[in-house]
Nanobody, 129 residues
Framework: VQLVESGGGLVEAGESLRLTCVAS????????IGWFRQAPGKEREGIVA????????YEANSVKGRCTISVDNSKNAVDLRMDNLKAGDTAVYFC???????????????????????WGRGTQVTVSS
C-alpha cells in the first residue's frame, strides 16, 4: 500500500488550497481515508476522513465548515479542499488509510491514530498572514 500526497505550498491567509492523496495497492472502497496534519511543535491531529464506499464524511471541530473532502475513483484518490486558510493551518498534511472494518468514525480520526495502517510522507502547507 502506498499513499502519496500532493498540492501543498505557500498560500496567503483567506485563500483556498486543494490537496490530493493518491492511493496504490489498495481498493479504496474497502478503506477509510483520513487527512491529518502536524504543525511545528505540536502533535499530529486528524482533521477529516471519508469512507469512499458510502461517501460518509467525518470532520474534526478544528476545521469544521472549512473542509471539503471528495473521492476521485478514476484516480484512486481523495481530494481535500480547505477554504479560508489561516496561519494556524500551517502544517505538514498527511493522508492515511485503514481498512473500513477497523474504522470507528470520528473516534478513529481524533483518538485512534495508531489504528491507521498506511501513511503518506506528507505535504507542507504554509499560510502567510
Amino acid at each position: 500500500v502506498q499513499l502519496v500526497e500532493s498540492g501543498g505550498g505557500l498560500v496567503e491567509a483567506g485563500e483556498s488550497l486543494r490537496l490530493t492523496c493518491v492511493a496504490s495497492g489498495l481498493r479504496m472502497r474497502d478503506y477509510a481515508i483520513g487527512w491529518f496534519r502536524q504543525a511545528p511543535g505540536k502533535e499530529r491531529e486528524g482533521i477529516v476522513a471519508i469512507t469512499p464506499r458510502d461517501r460518509t464524511v467525518y470532520e474534526a471541530n478544528s476545521v469544521k465548515g472549512r473542509c471539503t473532502i471528495s473521492v476521485d475513483n478514476s484516480k484512486n484518490a481523495v481530494d481535500l479542499r480547505m477554504d479560508n486558510l489561516k496561519a494556524g493551518d500551517t502544517a505538514v498534511y498527511f493522508c492515511a488509510a485503514v481498512p473500513q472494518s477497523r474504522f470507528y468514525g470520528i473516534e478513529s480520526l481524533t483518538g485512534r491514530e495508531q489504528h491507521w495502517t498506511a501513511w503518506g510522507r506528507g505535504t507542507q502547507v504554509t499560510v502567510s498572514s
